[in-house]
């Protein structure tokens, strides 16, 4: 009966798996399925477009100083009567116009540094979106075996629980007169199966996550290889909290981004000063006209010019928009200072989840370990009539926890690493595996 009960609960476990899969004879990687959606997905493709149009704007303000050309031709004819001498013309005009700014107070060159900042904004956004996405995808893909990991653990326990306990039925009517061990057999089978069910909802909201993110319809869980920590994304983790705080109050894009925010401020101060100072211009005409004065002659005219504005009422009309910069620059800069703030704050965060990740893992292999003997040697004593069924059971428990911690803490280890290293600006996708070899969530070997 038992072997039957066995069985049946296999066939559960591939049904559950099967369920949510389709055939797939190759191994899906994290960096195959990230791959897949990097380039794909509607995140990335408007970060891209976005900076592509940041990039234009660029080079519609340094147009600013390229020179205005520009050709015009006026043709027609001039009919005079009831005059001292009457005519029919035709008359025609050509104009060739070079205009050229020279100098505006600096207005033009803030407005062109403003625009080179807003395009490395762009990118730093881009970049952003790209490890969001790299982040996200890791955290459904590495939830998903976490999911399949903790079903599979459950659904073993239950078999154990099952078989230890001698136990089919769970129901228990008042006073039934059970004995006290047969009550505590059937709780912990209920229980167990209790833990299943959780389970098995927790697996298939993982599946749906999955198939969502990667526009997929159906995904064959055992599939999926679990990955192991590349050499240069390891290399890259700092060695101590104080150079993590170090490198993100360098790198960190966030804070890259408000110091660029105070630049643009302040080339927009100096866009407003600009108001209340000169400029000059340049422009160089040349007209070959025929029968213009409607004479019957032809000549052509050159002119060359230089003009030099002061605005003098910008003094008042310029100063409403120069205050309004003026604070502005003065918010940025303290936005700034909240920024730095905020960074030292998650590049310690992003150490401690780290460490503390690196260290639950090591205790985590330690108790899996440990539980894995003691179930062993419990095993052993019920068999030699030693001990007693709920002894079994609790070290069956322990080992089902002590599984359930690992596959936890070896998630956290890897998302860690992929977090402390977004912190600092050095994640990038071809570190976010070493696909040379398969293995393990450890990273020790």
Known sequence: MTLIISILKKFLVITIFASFTFVNASAQTLTNMVNQILDSHEDIVN???ELEEADRDVTDALLAYAPDLSVKYEAGRNDKYGAASNSQLDFKTWDWTWKQKIMDSGATL???RNKQLESEKSELDFITARNDLLIEAADA?????????????????EENTRATSGQEEIR??????LASDVLKAKRQLASAQKTVITDEKSFKSAVFTFEKLFKIDAVEASSLVKPRLSPEALAMVPNSMDATVELALSNNRDLLKSRMDVDIARNDLNV???????????????????????TGGTHHEEQMKVTVEFPISGFYMEMP?????????DRAINDLAVKERDTVKKAKDAWIEYSNARTMLSYSENEATIAQELLTIAQKERAADQTDAAAVLSAEETLESSLKDLSDDSMSLITSVYEILDVINLLDPSMIENTKKEGTFNTSS
């Open 141 to 157: 893909y590495l939830g998903l075996i976490k999911a399949g990991e903790k079903l599979e653990a459950s659904v073993a326990a």
């Open 172 to 177: 228990v009517q008042v006073g039934s007169g």
């Open 272 to 294: 407003a000063l600009a108001g209340f100072g000169p400029s000059i211009d340049g422009e160089i005409k040349y007209s070959d006209k025929k029968d213009a004065s409607h």
């Open 321 to 329: 928009g120069y205050l309004n910069d003026r604070s502005a620059l």
């Open 110 to 112: 803030n407005g062109i």
């Open 47 to 49: 970060a891209k477009k």
